[in-house]
């Protein structure tokens, strides 16, 4: 099996990702190797990144970053 090392994840990831495998009964190695097995697994980017997203606890925590442009009408010409 192959292994992998994950520099710079965020304290807080680290602490949900612990948080979570508690609750599962897992390490956290056996947690993250079931989210990144679970999220492979599906062929659409975006669904693969909901299923991780839910994973550590949801889209509803993902931050929403402020929008800068101004909206416009779409050119369907």
């Not at 192959?2 to 009964?25: C, N, P, T, Y």
């Not at 997203?53 to 970053?65: R, T």
Request: net charge neutral.
């Amino acid at each position: 099996m192959a292994s992998i090392v994950i520099r710079g994840l965020d304290q807080s990831v680290k602490e949900r990702l612990a948080a979570q495998a508690r609750e599962h009964g897992r390490s956290m190695e056996a947690e993250a190797r079931h989210i990144l097995t679970r999220g492979t697994q599906h062929p659409n980017v975006g669904l693969a990144l909901f299923w991780a997203a839910q994973e550590v606890g949801g889209i509803e925590n993902l931050p929403v970053p402020e929008r800068t442009d101004r909206a416009r009408a779409a050119d369907l010409g």
